[in-house]
């Protein structure tokens, strides 16, 4: 079993910044899938978006709705995932969930707990 803790949400204007980190209980250096989805308001576990993907060979993908204002990225000395937002839009308001993929382990996928990320206009 791997727990996964998010934190790092928060309250914040539109055009501002927020860091969001993700704790692993375990080294993360094995992990085949790091990633951040979200789960906006009134929306249903399966709607949720992926919004930054992190692969065990170092590439990342972003839906085009985020691309160039997040980045993902891991200190594997912390097991710690990070996601990175900036220029932040209303519409970005959502429930941000850390997932991480181990092939290695039963079962494979991992969740966070989620954090509360919302931007104001």
């Known amino acids: 079993q791997v727990q996964l803790v998010e934190s790092g949400g928060g309250l914040v204007q539109a055009g501002g910044s927020l860091r969001l980190s993700c704790a692993a209980s375990?080294?993360?250096?094995?992990?085949?899938?790091m990633g951040w989805y979200r789960q906006g308001p009134g929306k249903e576990r399966e709607e949720r978006e992926l919004v930054a993907g992190l692969y065990k060979s170092g590439s990342t993908n972003y839906p085009n709705s985020v691309k160039g204002r997040f980045t993902i990225s891991r200190d594997n000395a912390k097991n710690t995932v990070y996601l990175q937002m900036d220029s932040l839009k209303p519409e970005d308001t959502a429930v941000y969930y850390c997932?991480?993929?181990?092939?290695?382990?039963?079962?494979?996928?991992?969740w966070g707990q989620g954090t509360q990320v919302t931007v104001s206009s």
């Open positions: 997932n991480v993929d181990f092939s290695s382990l039963r079962p494979v996928n991992y």
């Open positions: 375990r080294s993360i250096v094995s992990a085949d899938f």
